[in-house]
């Protein structure tokens, strides 16, 4: 008997369940304004089910000493065992969750990662580049193939050049692939800096006042 062409179409569900930690601005549920969201995707070391572990690094460190951050932030925890890259289907769906509950501004979502978070931050802008209007990978990497998707996205791309955990070129052959597309890129390397490129970078007023003027146009 030969081989039979068959065919699958079913739909199915998925549950997925995040932890995690969210900012809200002074004023946010008094007043008719959609603020911008900010998502931030940690590194390997805080994964799991201690939440505070997310603390440590990053966007939540940044806010517990700003009570003027103007941004809704959203910081997830990844599950032990996994990566940010095979999570984008829960990634999508807190986002979904937040901008239903909250007062978001939803042409101005932003994105940004930190090493496995960095990987995290080009995977789930690639499958889903109509949701966010800019980008800040750091010392990340991903698909360079897959890099047209992008295309039409802000991105500012940070990294030591010292680096012993990421190489630098894992920034680096993304950053041409953008470019090679047409892409809006921006490319900041550190010269002195190893894996910690990321404390520099969020303690830049800069970052933020870059996200602030980027906006997805009107569809």
């Known amino acids: 008997m030969g081989q039979l062409v068959c065919k699958l179409e079913k739909e199915i569900t998925k549950k997925v369940r995040l932890n995690y930690l969210l900012h809200l601005p002074e004023n946010v549920e008094s007043s008719d304004r959609k603020w911008p969201l900010l998502l931030f995707l940690h590194g390997m070391g805080e994964r799991g089910d201690q939440i505070d572990l997310i603390r ?22 990844c599950p032990a065992h996994t990566v940010w890259s095979a999570e984008t289907d829960a ?71 010292k680096d012993r955990v990421v190489p630098l070129e894992q920034s680096q052959r993304m950053v041409d692939a953008v470019k090679a597309c047409g892409g ?9 800096a190893d894996h910690d490129s990321w404390t520099e970078t969020y303690n830049n007023p800069e970052l933020y006042e870059w996200f602030l003027r980027q906006s997805r146009p009107a569809r």
């Open 56 to 77: 440590k690094h990053g966007i939540p460190k940044i806010v517990e000493h700003r009570d003027d951050f103007p941004f809704i932030a959203v910081s997830p925890q």
């Open 184 to 192: 809006n890129v921006r490319f900041t390397v550190y010269p002195e």
């Open 91 to 161: 990634l999508a769906a807190l986002l979904d969750e937040v901008s239903a509950v909250y007062p978001v501004d939803t042409s101005r979502i932003y994105l940004t990662g930190l090493s496995m978070g960095g990987y995290g931050t080009w995977q789930l802008a690639i499958e889903h580049p109509e949701r966010f209007a800019a980008l800040a990978p750091i010392c990340g990497g991903g698909n360079p193939d897959r890099a047209s998707a992008l295309k039409d996205i802000p991105i500012w791309v940070f990294h030591g050049a």
